[in-house]
Structures are given as structure tokens and as C-alpha cells.
């Protein structure tokens, strides 16, 4: 169990049976009366939110959370398929990895969280590396302010970078934001 006092963001705790994350947080010391605690919670089984605000003396459940680190190795139609490293498949669906499935690659490293031995959210590297496979062409001359053009990288997501970057580069993607991070030099 979990007292209030201990709430912050990007904990996950228990609430109506089900586990939450904590996405926002904040503190309220009124002149009288209790401490206050409101926290938007984020469902990690359907995604669904709410507010939710607790007193100093409450108590708030901790949910039986596992992790584990596995490694990717194929799709297979909408189910995206781990190993682990006694080469134990575990299918993840497409509606728990989110946009998060445009940055797998073969032999990525994850962490996958489990509920109840259902995986419910997979953590990848903060980075990857992808080839870009389709831009536009940057327009010489127009470069006075930080302008974006769009692109698509393998996998077929499609990110903005900065007009200097080209089909074939290898740029880094930040998977936390999903935003173009750096352009990696060529070899």
C-alpha cells in the first residue's frame, strides 16, 4: 500500500481494480484542513483517464507489477512477437505498443511490464536509429530559423526533421517523444 505522500508522477498504483499510472500531479495545502492530492491517472489496461484527488491520510493500492527484459523478433499479423532468453515467445498486440511498434527492430532489447501476467506497456531504449526512405528535397537558401520538413523512415513512420537531412541518412529518434533527435554521421 501506498500512503498519499508518496504519489508522484509516473507512479503506477491500483484503483478500482484495475492498474494506473500516475500523468500528472499536484500538491494543494489549503489553510485548513488536509493536504490534497490530485493526480490524473492513465489506465494502463484500455488507456482511459481520470482525476482523481486524495487526502494525506488516504491509502492507495499497489498494483502486482512484474518486468522483464525481452528481446523482439518478428510480426505476426496484429500480434508483435518477444522473446525472452530461454527463447519463451510472448505476443504483445498492436493496441499495447502504440506507436511504439514503428521503432522495433529485429534483436531490440525491451522492457515489458506485466499486470496479472498480461503485458500492458512496453518500455524501449530512449533512442534508435533509422534510415529515412522518402523526403522532399531541403530548398537551398531557407535556412534563417530552424525549418521542418517531413519525412518517413523505415517502418513507415513519418517524423519531421530539419531540411539538411536527406533520403538514405541514418538519423536518432527519441521514442519517448517521437521526435527527430540527431542526424548520425555517415561511415
Same mark, same amino acid.
Given at each position: 500500500? =501506498?500512503?498519499?505522500?508518496?504519489?508522484?508522477?509516473?507512479?503506477?498504483?491500483?484503483?478500482?481494480?484495475?492498474?494506473? %499510472?500516475?500523468?500528472? =500531479?499536484? =500538491?494543494?495545502?489549503?489553510?485548513?484542513?488536509?493536504?490534497?492530492?490530485?493526480?490524473? @491517472? *492513465?489506465? @494502463?489496461?484500455?488507456?482511459?483517464?481520470?482525476?482523481?484527488?486524495?487526502?494525506?491520510?488516504?491509502?492507495?493500492?499497489?498494483?502486482?507489477?512484474?518486468?522483464? /527484459?525481452? !528481446?523482439?523478433?518478428? &510480426?505476426?499479423?496484429?500480434?508483435? !512477437?518477444?522473446?525472452?532468453?530461454? $527463447?519463451?515467445? &510472448? @505476443? &504483445?498486440?498492436?493496441?499495447?505498443?502504440?506507436?511504439?511498434?514503428? =521503432?522495433?527492430?529485429?534483436? #531490440?532489447?525491451?522492457?515489458? #511490464?506485466?499486470?496479472?501476467?498480461?503485458? %500492458?506497456?512496453?518500455?524501449?531504449?530512449?533512442? %534508435?536509429?533509422?534510415? +529515412?526512405? *522518402? /523526403?522532399?528535397?531541403?530548398?537551398?537558401?531557407?535556412?534563417?530559423?530552424? !525549418?521542418?520538413?517531413?519525412?518517413?523512415?523505415?517502418?513507415? $513512420?513519418?517524423?519531421? &526533421?530539419?531540411?539538411?537531412?536527406?533520403?538514405?541518412?541514418? +538519423?536518432? +529518434?527519441?521514442?519517448?517523444?517521437?521526435?527527430?533527435?540527431?542526424? !548520425?554521421?555517415?561511415?
Amino acid at each position: 500500500m =501506498f500512503s498519499a505522500s508518496d504519489l508522484r508522477k509516473g507512479l503506477k498504483i491500483e484503483t478500482e481494480g484495475a492498474p494506473y %499510472v500516475i500523468t500528472d =500531479f499536484q =500538491f494543494t495545502k489549503p489553510g485548513k484542513g488536509q493536504a490534497l492530492y490530485t493526480c490524473k @491517472l *492513465k489506465n @494502463l489496461l484500455n488507456g482511459s483517464t481520470m482525476t482523481r484527488t486524495y487526502r494525506s491520510n488516504d491509502k492507495v493500492g499497489k498494483p502486482a507489477l512484474s518486468q522483464k /527484459t525481452l !528481446v523482439y523478433s518478428y &510480426v505476426d499479423g496484429d500480434q508483435y !512477437v518477444f522473446m525472452d532468453e530461454n $527463447y519463451e515467445q &510472448v @505476443l &504483445v498486440s498492436a493496441d499495447v505498443l502504440g506507436d511504439d511498434r514503428y =521503432f522495433l527492430e529485429e534483436d #531490440l532489447e525491451v522492457e515489458i #511490464l506485466y499486470y496479472n501476467a498480461m503485458p %500492458v506497456e512496453v518500455t524501449l531504449p530512449n533512442f %534508435v536509429e533509422k534510415i +529515412i526512405t *522518402k /523526403t522532399e528535397p531541403g530548398a537551398r537558401g531557407n535556412t534563417a530559423t530552424n !525549418v521542418l520538413k517531413p519525412a518517413t523512415v523505415e517502418g513507415g $513512420y513519418e517524423v519531421q &526533421v530539419p531540411i539538411f537531412v536527406n533520403e538514405g541518412d541514418l +538519423i536518432k +529518434i527519441d521514442t519517448r517523444t517521437g521526435k527527430y533527435s540527431d542526424r !548520425v554521421s555517415k561511415k
